[in-house]
Every structure is written in structure tokens, then in C-alpha cells.
């Protein structure tokens, strides 16, 4: 059965870094698009970052362009996302995501787009 399985959030000051790690099982992160998306209590779940499968072409949402970093190791089947120079808009609880493998890939920012989802990892950033 697909999990996926995020981890490496925690508490940081503004300005610090924290790596997030997305484990995936019965799912190989070569033939999927795998996506970071977030959601701060009271708003909705918005796109981070993703990495297609062909090719392994990158996009990154404006708000974190320059400061996020997603990478993959197809030999340990994981998805990364390491986070630098945090600011206390960043915090919120951060979810790995795998699409349906058809799909509008021009819409990757839309939630409902994708099929599996890890039960998301806490990050906090402290003012």
C-alpha cells in the first residue's frame, strides 16, 4: 500500500534551516511527480515546490523561490526539501504529495490534483 512518510520538522528562529524528508513506499518517485505543499492553521493548503519524474524539471511558488530547495535519491526512493533563511510565514504544517499520474500538469498547484499524501510534519518558526 502507498505511504508516504514526511519527517525533519521541528522549531527554528527566524533565518535558520531545517530539511524536510519524504519517505515514499510501494510508489517509486521516478515515475511520479512529487510535490511539497503546506497549510498554516486557518488558510488554505498552498503548493511549495515539486520535481517531475521525466527529467527532473523544478518549480518553486514565489513566496519561497531562492530560499527552498527540493532534490530527490531515487536510490532511497526519498524526497527532500531543505529550507533556509525561514521566516515566521513559513510556519505551518508541511505535506509530501504524489499526483494521479494523469492529470493537468499545468495546475501541479492544485491540492486536488494529487492522490497521495503523507500525514505531514510540523514546521514552527519563532519570531
Known amino acids: 500500500q502507498v505511504q508516504l512518510v514526511e519527517s525533519g520538522g521541528g522549531l527554528v528562529q527566524t533565518g535558520g534551516s531545517l530539511r524536510l524528508s519524504c519517505a515514499a513506499s510501494?510508489?517509486?518517485?521516478?515515475?511520479?511527480?512529487m510535490a511539497w505543499f503546506r497549510q498554516a492553521p486557518g488558510k488554505e493548503r498552498e503548493f511549495v515546490a515539486i520535481i517531475r519524474w521525466t527529467g527532473g524539471r523544478i518549480f518553486y511558488a514565489d513566496s519561497v523561490k531562492g530560499r527552498f530547495t527540493i532534490s530527490r535519491d531515487t536510490g532511497k526512493n526519498t524526497v527532500y526539501l531543505q529550507m533556509n533563511l525561514l521566516k515566521p510565514a513559513d510556519a505551518a504544517v508541511y505535506y509530501c504529495?504524489?499526483?494521479?499520474?494523469?492529470?493537468?500538469?499545468?495546475?501541479?498547484?492544485?491540492?486536488?490534483?494529487?492522490?497521495?499524501w503523507g500525514l505531514g510534519t510540523q514546521v514552527t518558526v519563532s519570531s
Open positions: 504529495a504524489a499526483p494521479r499520474q494523469y492529470y493537468a500538469t499545468s495546475y501541479y498547484w492544485v491540492p486536488n490534483n494529487y492522490n497521495y
Open positions: 510501494d510508489l517509486s518517485i521516478s515515475n511520479y511527480d
